[in-house]
């Protein structure tokens, strides 16, 4: 999730930052789906992450 210490790590962490403003209300409804019954057969779902290079790799 691109944490803010991994750019204070001697070398800075090289990470991938996800969208978790998009995450948590997508996984919210897929969670009450299941339990409510709804959904059934386990989803799948891409959303857009973003490689955040530094000097890790």
Same mark, same amino acid.
């Given at each position: %999730? %691109? *944490?803010?210490? *991994?750019?204070?790590? %001697?070398?800075?962490?090289?990470?991938? *930052?996800?969208?978790?403003? %998009?995450?948590?209300? &997508?996984?919210?409804?897929?969670?009450?789906?299941?339990?409510?019954?709804?959904?059934?057969?386990?989803?799948?779902?891409? &959303?857009?992450?973003?490689?955040?290079?530094?000097?890790?790799?």
């Amino acid at each position: %999730d %691109d *944490a803010a210490v *991994a750019a204070t790590c %001697d070398p800075p962490l090289t990470t991938v *930052a996800q969208p978790l403003g %998009d995450m948590t209300p &997508l996984l919210t409804e897929l969670l009450l789906r299941q339990i409510e019954g709804v959904g059934e057969r386990v989803e799948s779902r891409v &959303l857009p992450t973003q490689l955040v290079h530094r000097a890790s790799a």
